[in-house]
């Protein structure tokens, strides 16, 4: 069974009362949590929306949800990617070849790293731009295969599958919602309104 479905699904009295009786002393070593728990929890805490989906019909019924609950139907989405389009044809969105135009982008991602609940990006999905120049709505179509544990696998992953070529401008995407004061930490950070749509693919 899924991990996510697990996470969804509420604990019977029988599981609650063994969570409690098998609670850890003060100085056991921290369990260590599945990495699409731990991507999960840690998305959910930069702000980003994550929407679990079991077959191609929810990420369709959700995109749709998406798009009408934030008044989309009539504003224009950008896809850099010819082939998600082609996929997200069904939907009938109003969409445009102009950037600077676009009210929400809708991409993919190259992984999702589990540490800290980003998403790791290229020149695959923004060409050579920079985040800024990006609308503030995203919307990342992802799947369960592509979590990682940290930003060093998902390098290697890409090296792995662009033997031929590698792409350029590799960057991360970890603050989902606006920040309120900048510090050094998150200086130059790009923030944005990112929804998550996770195909189990496991």
Not at 11 to 31: A, C, D, F, L, N
Not at 54 to 74: C, G, H, K, P
Not at 159 to 180: D, M, R, S, V
Request: proline share 2%; glycine share 4%; charged share 25%.
């Amino acid at each position: 069974m899924s991990i996510f479905r697990n996470i969804f699904r509420s604990k019977s009295s029988k599981e609650k009362e063994e969570i409690k009786t098998t609670e850890r002393g003060k100085y056991m070593p921290q369990v260590k949590l599945p990495i699409d728990e731990s991507f999960t929890i840690n998305f959910k805490s930069n702000g980003g929306k994550f929407l679990y989906c079991e077959n191609l019909n929810e990420i369709f019924d959700n995109l749709n949800a998406i798009v009408e609950e934030n008044e989309w139907s009539n504003k224009p989405a950008y896809f850099y990617d010819s082939n998600l389009e082609e996929r997200f044809k069904s939907n009938n969105l109003v969409t445009t070849k102009h950037l600077d135009e676009a009210t929400y982008f809708i991409t993919t991602c190259e992984n999702l790293i589990a540490d800290d609940g980003s998403l790791l990006i290229s020149s695959n999905q923004i060409a050579e731009k920079k985040l800024a120049e990006f609308p503030n709505n995203f919307i990342v179509f992802a799947t369960t295969s592509q979590i990682v544990t940290n930003i060093g696998e998902g390098l290697r992953q890409i090296k792995t599958k662009n033997k031929q070529k590698l792409p350029t401008n590799i960057t991360t995407i970890k603050h989902f919602k606006t920040l309120e004061e900048k510090d050094f930490l998150t200086y130059g950070s790009a923030s944005k309104n990112l929804y998550l749509l996770l195909l189990e693919d496991l």
